[in-house]
């Protein structure tokens, strides 16, 4: 593998990585199957290549795609919540009609933005930074508010309801502020993967929960998840391997075309190893 | 204060009403033991007053929030939250963005006043401690979360004689403290005689037996035990005469 490829790895997984908390928050924090990630996620890049399209500031872009994407988690859960909806039909629901929404908006499939600029350049390591400092902007005010008399209730949600029912916290609240927080996520990294590749094609969600999934699934095997730290740390540090694991198995002649049946593989692989681990241990 | 009117209970599926017409009312701070055989409505009566079941009819009236330590240990805590969590959790009324850990000294002296050596787990998860401690520490969590009704539903069942006293006498010593309007569901005889302003006997859906003062101060186990089985015996003599007839 070239440094190259493994600098392209850290800056995709940098990317990644803001997907996968997307996906924590609600599967570990609300106990809610969410799978809105396929549609939120290409919602956030389409609002980007418009805004920029249009002219206007990719920096301002970004708060923009945050906020549609996030509109479209309070969607879901309010689909799920009022109208008593499954969870995951909900998510699939919302995706499979963002796709459309996201061909209105673009008014065609994909939109070149070559001549728009953006937040990146070509200098891998500038890249990775403004990635970091915006990673960074969203998980560290989230992780210190787990840790306030809010966040306790937040994770009580997902422990255990009927506990939060009895000390009067509304699952509603909670789970709406967590799907928005989590969309927004999605949007985040939309907007920024068409900033980076200055392209936006109305297929890019397809099989972006998958890759998410496997991420999550591989940092918390490899630092578990047992506690707060380490549950915040896993997201970051699954993707960051994934995406190196996936560079190195392209280097070595996977096909691009097999990438999701080896992605959905090491999904199995990973939960295999855990069943396992736990059948072994207790 | 808590009031149960006339309230009637029937599931699907079973022929009897679990509960045919029960009058309660507690006055603010009274505690209330609940004895009854297997199948006579106290589990019913408590769900109905926590409001997890829907009366078919009659009315309860709860001047408070409602907090309840159930049998099952793993549903009044979070085994995977840290003691520290999981009691700031039930503690804080008012929620504030700020950290939880400034509660930390207040939970110490707390589990400390248990004097069971629990303190020295305050940072740790849950599922370190037995099913008996973690017990303790739901109640301690009920009893603290400012409610102003406690249902206990054979909250000591899972402990040893030891743990069992020492939690009867936190429990009692608390709610009295605390003025917490209490309902407590026991089959051990001996605390339902010892603890409590008053007592009440369950039966096929009924209060047969209601005692307070100086009627329940007089009572003794041998009493309440001859009790317990005369309608008992009654009962099983109804039924079969309406077996047969």
Do not use: W
Not at chain 1, 174 to 191: D, K, N, P, Q, R
Not at chain 2, 225 to 245: A, P, Y
């Amino acid at each position: 593998m070239s440094v190259d490829l493994v600098m392209n790895g850290l800056q995709q997984g940098l990317i990644l990585a803001i997907i996968t908390y997307g996906i924590m928050i609600p599967f570990r924090f609300l106990d809610f199957t969410d799978l809105t990630a396929d549609g939120a996620y290409p919602l956030g890049g389409a609002v980007c290549a418009i805004f920029m399209s249009s002219g206007i500031h990719p920096a301002l872009a970004i708060p923009c795609c945050m906020i549609c994407s996030g509109c479209m988690g309070v969607c879901v859960a309010l689909i799920h919540l009022k109208l008593r909806i499954n969870s995951m039909l909900a998510g699939i629901i919302l995706s499979t009609m963002a796709y459309s929404v996201n061909l209105r908006l673009m008014g065609r499939p994909n939109i070149a933005l070559f001549e728009c600029g953006g937040l990146f350049g070509v200098n891998i390591l500038g890249n990775m930074t403004i990635i970091c400092l915006l990673l960074a902007s969203c998980v560290v005010p989230f992780a210190i508010f787990l840790r306030t008399d809010f966040g306790l209730r937040f994770r009580a949600v997902g422990l255990n309801q009927n506990l939060a029912k009895q000390r009067g916290i509304s699952i509603d609240k909670y789970t709406i502020a967590g799907l928005f927080v989590a969309c927004s996520l999605f949007g985040l990294a939309g907007s920024l993967i068409v900033q980076l590749q200055s392209y936006m094609d109305v297929g890019i969600g397809v099989g972006i929960l998958i890759h998410g999934l496997a991420s999550l699934m591989i940092g918390e095997a490899i630092i578990g998840n047992a506690t707060l730290n380490r549950q915040l740390v896993a997201p970051l540090l699954g993707a960051l391997v994934y995406q190196q694991v996936q560079g190195a198995a392209l280097s070595l002649g996977l096909a691009p075309s097999d990438l999701k049946f080896f992605t959905g593989a090491i999904v199995l692989l990973v939960i295999a190893m855990k069943r396992t681990e736990a059948k072994m241990f207790g | 204060m808590l009031r149960i009117s006339n309230v009637t209970k029937s599931f699907s599926g079973i022929f009897e009403p679990v509960l045919k017409g029960v009058n309660l009312s507690l006055a603010e701070g009274e505690f209330c033991t609940v004895i009854g055989a297997n199948g006579s409505g106290k589990t019913t009566m408590l769900r109905i007053v926590s409001g997890e079941h829907q009366a078919d009819s009659g009315e309860v009236i709860r001047n408070g929030d409602v907090a309840q330590v159930v049998q099952d240990v793993n549903k009044g805590t979070i085994p995977s939250m840290t003691m520290l969590e999981n009691i700031a959790l039930s503690g804080v009324k008012n929620p504030r963005f700020s950290f939880y850990r400034r509660h930390k000294n207040d939970v110490v002296e707390k589990v400390r006043s248990l004097n069971i050596g629990l303190e020295k787990f305050i940072d740790q998860p849950l599922s370190v401690l037995s099913g008996g401690q973690r017990q303790i520490i739901a109640t301690l969590m009920a009893i603290n979360s400012g409610s102003r009704i406690l249902l206990l539903d054979e909250h000591t069942s899972a402990l040893d004689p030891k743990m069992q006293l020492l939690l009867m006498e936190y429990t009692a010593n608390s709610v009295r403290e605390l003025g917490i309007t209490t309902i407590m569901i026991t089959h051990n005889m001996e605390d339902a005689v010892k603890y409590g302003d008053r007592l009440i006997m369950m039966n096929k859906g009924r209060i047969v037996v209601d005692m307070s003062g100086r009627e329940k101060k007089q009572l003794t186990i041998q009493s309440l035990l001859e009790m317990f089985h005369k309608f008992e015996d009654q009962s099983l003599l109804r039924d079969g005469g309406e077996n047969v007839g």
